[in-house]
């Protein structure tokens, strides 16, 4: 029997397009910011289909550096996955 995923709480990032989904993944990438691309969760609606997922504790400094940066995101929010 397969073991369950413990969930846990996230910050999740949604995107109005895929083009925004990827313009963050890179960003964050060249910059060393936490978190990673996944399919949105069900429990969530979003343009795209993709998200960005963070720790929670790293919100503020990814609002942050997002808006600085004028990356296009369509919500910011806290559930489990």
Known sequence: MK???KQERKL???FDTTADAMAMEQFCHER???GRLIPVPRDISAGCGLAWCAAVEFREALEKQLHNAGIRVS???ECMV
């Open 75 to 77: 919500a910011m929010q």
């Open 3 to 5: 073991e369950m995923r």
């Open 32 to 34: 060393g910011l936490p």
């Open 12 to 14: 999740i990032i949604t």
